[in-house]
Structure formats: structure tokens, C-alpha cells
């Protein structure tokens, strides 16, 4: 690990858990925030003011690109990790000035997923099933769920959005994709206007067919995949922290911030598994064309 100071960008739950989990791992954090607590108000000032090896940039997604721009504008040449997803909304990224860019699916980095990566090496995949859920009432209980980031479109909210984190892996992992056809929406259940719950279903490189559902509904808190190759059904269950093949589990024990500190480490050495700008641009059209066959009710190609 090379860098030594780093700038996170927002004071929200995440860009908070950042900064610590930076200082745990030994750097010098100086923070921005519009609200109070922050050390700086903008980022032209933390960086002129800490000059930073490494910047953070965890402010609402519909923020990012902004961010991006004003950081570029200050002459910054260091490494940077954007939270998930990238951007609100597909778009070319500007040629940045950044030595390096990476995007923050730390689930790349989750123990029970690597176990996974590592189960299916070389197998030839039939099916995949991944199912992600949990009740938005849950995510902040000290907040309005009805206020936050998620649950508002200007912000970039969104299951599709909040929860990419699954389309990133399954590209990752099985991709690219050829089609993707989409059912679901905004169902009034947590008095949002953003789509609650949403399945997909999607024809990929290494998976001829794959279901993914994501909702903002599931009381019991539920992040799986579920894949059948020739022989064996694997199941892996990453709130369980286990990875069963055909029934019989196998645990695999994960700290809470360890995906968070690896992924750190990883960005700020430019190295994979980290999400690459263009992997999290990838992340974006499919997004984009899932949002397409939603309303056109057809499948939709890249």
C-alpha cells in the first residue's frame, strides 16, 4: 500500500465508514462535507490543504460526476474510488487525469464470493439465480426511509441503483451479456416513487440463463446465489457467510469491514479484483438497458 493521505468525499453512513475504515488501515483522512463535521467544505480546498495520494468520493450518486469534474478541475493525478454505482445516469466518462479509477463493489472482495469465483473456475454453467433483499426501513433506522438517497429518483435511488451490486458481480463473473428482459417497479409498499422490486432476467457469456430479483421489501435481510453446473447445485449465501454444494455447507467466516478494508487496498494499488471504470461504465448500460425492457416490455440487446 503506497498512499498515505486520503480525502473522503461526503459524510453520509458510507463515506463515514470509509474514512474509518482508512484510518484503521493507517492513513491520514481529511474529510468534505456540506454538513457539519466535515473538514473541509470543497474538495478544492482538501486537496490544496491535505494533498492527497487518494480520494474517496461517497456523496449521493447523482453527485458523482460533478465530484469527478471538480476533483479533475484541482489537478489531482492520484487514485480514486468512486462508491457504486458510478453514475445516475449512462454516459461516456470524461478522459480523467486520474492515474487510476475504481468503483466501489466491494462484494468483489467478499470471502463467500471468492469461494464461489473459485468453486465454478473452468465449470460450465447451466443456470444462476441471485436473489437480493431487504426492508429499506431497516437500512437507516434512525432516518425517515422516505428521505434518503435510496428511496428518491433526483438522487439516484433505486433498486436498480442501490442494489447493483449484483449486476456487477454476475458481469464479473458470467458476463458479458447478449439480452435482458425486466418486470417489476415502484409498488407503493414503502410509500416511495422509485422502483421497490424488480426481476431480470438475462442471457450471458458463461450463463445461458440467469434470474436475478432485487427489492427494498424482503423483512428477513437476503443476499444468495444460487447456481446449477453439470453435476452440483452451489449455493452461496453471503449474510450467512456460507457456500453449500449440493446441501452440504462449508463456513466461511467474514469481519464486517474486511471487504471494505481489501477493496481499499486494491484501489489504491490500481489492482484487480477492484472495479475498473470501464467494468463500472458496463455496470451502467445494463442498468440503462434494464430501465429500457422494464418500459418496453421486450427484451432489450446491448
Known amino acids: 500500500?503506497?498512499?498515505?493521505?486520503?480525502?473522503?468525499?461526503?459524510?453520509?453512513?458510507?463515506?463515514?465508514?470509509?474514512?474509518?475504515?482508512?484510518?484503521e488501515l493507517g492513513l491520514r483522512v481529511a474529510t468534505v462535507s456540506r454538513r457539519e463535521g466535515g473538514d473541509y467544505g470543497s474538495i478544492a480546498?482538501?486537496?490544496?490543504?491535505?494533498?492527497?495520494?487518494?480520494?474517496?468520493?461517497?456523496?449521493?450518486?447523482?453527485?458523482?460526476?460533478?465530484?469527478?469534474?471538480?476533483l479533475a478541475q484541482t489537478g489531482?493525478?492520484?487514485?480514486?474510488?468512486?462508491?457504486?454505482p458510478l453514475f445516475a445516469t449512462p454516459a461516456p466518462a470524461p478522459k480523467y487525469p486520474f492515474a487510476h479509477v475504481s468503483v466501489g463493489y466491494n462484494l468483489r472482495f467478499h470471502p463467500v464470493m471468492t469461494a464461489l469465483a473459485d468453486t465454478l473456475r473452468g465449470r460450465e454453467v447451466i443456470t444462476v439465480g441471485a436473489y437480493v433483499g431487504q426492508d429499506i426501513r431497516d437500512w437507516r433506522p434512525d432516518r425517515d426511509h422516505r428521505?434518503?438517497?435510496?428511496?428518491?429518483?433526483?438522487?439516484?435511488?433505486?433498486?436498480?441503483?442501490?442494489?447493483?451490486?449484483?449486476?456487477?458481480?454476475?458481469?464479473?463473473?458470467?458476463?458479458?451479456?447478449?439480452?435482458?428482459?425486466a418486470?417489476?417497479?415502484?409498488?407503493?409498499?414503502?410509500?416511495?416513487?422509485?422502483?421497490?422490486?424488480?426481476?431480470?432476467?438475462?442471457?450471458?457469456?458463461?450463463?445461458?440463463?440467469?434470474?436475478?430479483?432485487?427489492d427494498y421489501l424482503d423483512r428477513q435481510g437476503v443476499r444468495r446465489i444460487r447456481v446449477n453446473v453439470e453435476d452440483d447445485t452451489i449455493e452461496a449465501d453471503l449474510v450467512g457467510g456460507r457456500v453449500a454444494v449440493n446441501g452440504k455447507a462449508r463456513e466461511i467466516p467474514s469481519e464486517r469491514d474486511q471487504t471494505y478494508r481489501d477493496m481499499h487496498v486494491a484501489?489504491?494499488?490500481?489492482?484487480?479484483?477492484?472495479?475498473?471504470?470501464?467494468?463500472?461504465l458496463g455496470v451502467m448500460h445494463l442498468i440503462d438497458a434494464s430501465e429500457r425492457a422494464l418500459r418496453s416490455k421486450t427484451w432489450v440487446s446491448p
Open 1 to 23: 500500500m503506497t498512499s498515505t493521505t486520503a480525502v473522503v468525499v461526503g459524510l453520509g453512513s458510507i463515506g463515514t465508514r470509509h474514512a474509518r475504515v482508512l484510518r
Open 45 to 70: 480546498q482538501a486537496v490544496a490543504a491535505a494533498q492527497p495520494d487518494y480520494v474517496v468520493i461517497a456523496t449521493e450518486t447523482a453527485r458523482h460526476a460533478d465530484n469527478l469534474q471538480q
Open 76 to 84: 489531482f493525478h492520484g487514485k480514486v474510488l468512486v462508491e457504486k
Open 147 to 181: 428521505t434518503t438517497a435510496s428511496a428518491t429518483a433526483e438522487a439516484g435511488g433505486g433498486v436498480l441503483r442501490d442494489l447493483s451490486h449484483e449486476l456487477d458481480y454476475l458481469l464479473w463473473l458470467f458476463g458479458p451479456w447478449h439480452r435482458v428482459a
Open 183 to 214: 418486470l417489476g417497479g415502484a409498488s407503493g409498499a414503502r410509500d416511495i416513487d422509485v422502483e421497490d422490486h424488480l426481476d431480470l432476467l438475462l442471457d450471458m457469456q458463461r450463463a445461458p440463463s440467469v434470474h436475478v430479483h432485487m
Open 267 to 280: 484501489a489504491m494499488q490500481g489492482a484487480s479484483p477492484a472495479c475498473s471504470l470501464p467494468e463500472a
